[in-house]
């Protein structure tokens, strides 16, 4: 059994950052890609950030410049730091695990974390 467990998020005015933090726990598997994804009300799930377990990173052009995400692969862990939010990164982040277990390979999420930029 793995778990996903994502930290971080909260309210938070425009220009300002915030860190978030997902990590994968469990016995006898591996992670390979870890991402962020994000979800607005009326909007569908896309893709934030993602690096696989080798460090290749990939961001959404509207998060170029401006997010940055990191792993820790001896903690199963990837952070995502947040800067210069905008009240349009308004949403639910859920972070994406693929891992690998027994020789197959499953995709597990979290549960999601508001971010809510506001004045």
């Known amino acids: 059994q793995v778990h996903v467990v994502e930290s971080g998020g909260g309210l938070v005015q425009p220009g300002g950052s915030l860190r978030l933090s997902c990590s994968a726990s469990g016995t006898d598997f591996s992670v390979n890609f870890m991402g962020w994804y994000r979800q607005a009300a009326g909007n569908q799930r896309e893709l934030v950030a993602g690096?696989?377990?080798?460090?290749?990173?990939n961001y959404a052009d509207s998060t170029k410049g401006r997010f940055t995400i990191n792993r820790d692969n001896a903690k199963n862990t990837v952070y995502l730091q947040m800067n210069s939010l905008q009240p349009e990164d308004t949403a639910v982040y859920y972070c994406?695990?693929?891992?690998?277990?027994?020789?197959?390979?499953?995709?597990?999420w979290g549960q999601g974390t508001q971010v809510t930029v506001s004045s």
């Open positions: 994406k695990a693929e891992i690998s277990l027994r020789a197959y390979v499953y995709n597990y």
């Open positions: 690096i696989t377990s080798g460090g290749t990173r």
